[in-house]
């Protein structure tokens, strides 16, 4: 490239990224970059080398296209195993303050160890995560699974509210979480991630139409990470829904640290490096049988640690 052509170089924000190319939002236009050049050549421990939230240095060639020639150093990253390939990494996305779990009270049910799977990688990668339970009007307000889910993540200090994108309820909160942040919303599919934007951000079912299909149920689904700037308001990431979520650059030895109920205990184990799991005199343990330390949040440790590689 001649020292002509490189002049019109900016930094973009990538809001998109699929097989072959990323679009890259230039603040008074969007241009199409292609995945290829020197970026792409070498085989790198990530799936992807650009990702959604990525800042990135675009050439804006003659034609309008960018070519991509730097991916700017990432604040924060959500990552997670790749799901077909054996240490690979694949970052979510990049550069987000917020990880919004979002869980349904019912249709799909509560599912507690996606959740910690979620904290765990959230605070891994320097997210803040916070928990929303979502459908709230399908449930009493005083539904036991839902009250006990709370009480135990309030305890180890994260932010949880209710809303209910059909009602409304909790949507002003909710809101409030996205002003002037940039946050991500993921959780199962069906579990309302879409709609709590659909209900919360003006506009915003214009702007997706063309990043999801429909399901076979007739449902529309989203299918791609997404990001979206809402004037006045934050940049989102809406993410398709998962089903499992392989924990990522956490060895077994450091996963108490993702756990603050392990943290707070584990001085007081009998045994330095105690895994928690058959020491004798373990103080997490005995946490769990008192009752002082949740055993959904136990087990939830417990398979993970089995999911890492020893
Ligand atoms: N009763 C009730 N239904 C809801 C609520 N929020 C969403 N739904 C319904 O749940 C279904 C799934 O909602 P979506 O917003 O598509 O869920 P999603 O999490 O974006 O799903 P994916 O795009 O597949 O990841 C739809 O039929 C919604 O109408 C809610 O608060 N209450
Ligand atoms: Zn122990």
């Not at 303050?97 to 959740?115: E, H």
Request: hydrophobic fraction near 35%; aromatic fraction near 6%; proline fraction near 4%.
């Amino acid at each position: 490239m001649s020292d002509e052509e490189k002049k019109d170089r900016k930094i973009g924000l990538v809001v998109r990224v699929d097989a072959h190319a990323c679009l890259v939002d230039l603040e008074d236009r969007q241009v199409r970059c292609l995945l290829r050049g020197k970026l792409f050549e070498s085989k790198g421990t990530s799936t992807k080398p650009v990702v959604v939230g990525d800042r990135v240095v675009v050439d804006v060639q003659a034609d309008g296209e960018g070519a991509l020639s730097e991916v700017l150093p990432r604040s924060t990253k959500l990552s997670r195993s790749a799901a077909d390939k054996d240490g690979v990494e694949h970052v979510v996305v990049a550069n987000v303050d917020t990880l919004i779990i979002v869980s349904a009270v019912k249709d799909p049910p509560v599912r507690t160890r996606l959740i910690d799977r979620f904290l765990v990688a959230g605070w891994r990668g320097g997210l803040l995560p916070i928990i929303c339970f979502n459908k709230v009007d399908l449930c009493a307000e005083d539904e036991p699974l839902l009250v006990s889910a709370e009480r135990t993540y309030e305890k180890l200090g994260i932010r949880v509210i209710r809303t209910s994108a059909t009602d409304g309820r909790g949507i002003e909160e909710f809101r409030e979480l996205l002003a002037g942040k940039i946050s991500v919303l993921a959780g199962s599919s069906g579990v309302g991630k879409s709609s709590l934007l659909n209900r919360a951000v003006p506009g915003f079912e214009l702007r997706t139409k063309h990043v999801g299909r429909k399901s076979r149920r007739g449902r529309h689904t989203t299918t791609a990470v997404s990001l979206y700037k809402v004037p006045g308001m934050g940049h989102i990431v809406d993410t398709p829904g998962i089903r499992g979520f392989g924990i990522w650059d956490v060895s077994r030895e450091d996963l108490g640290a993702f756990f603050p109920e392990v943290v707070e205990l584990a001085e007081q184990c009998r045994f330095r490096g105690c895994s928690h799991t058959h020491e004798p005199r373990c103080a997490v343990k005995l946490a769990v049988e008192e009752g002082t330390f949740s055993k959904e949040r136990y087990e939830s440790y417990c398979r993970i640690l089995d999911s890492l590689a020893s």
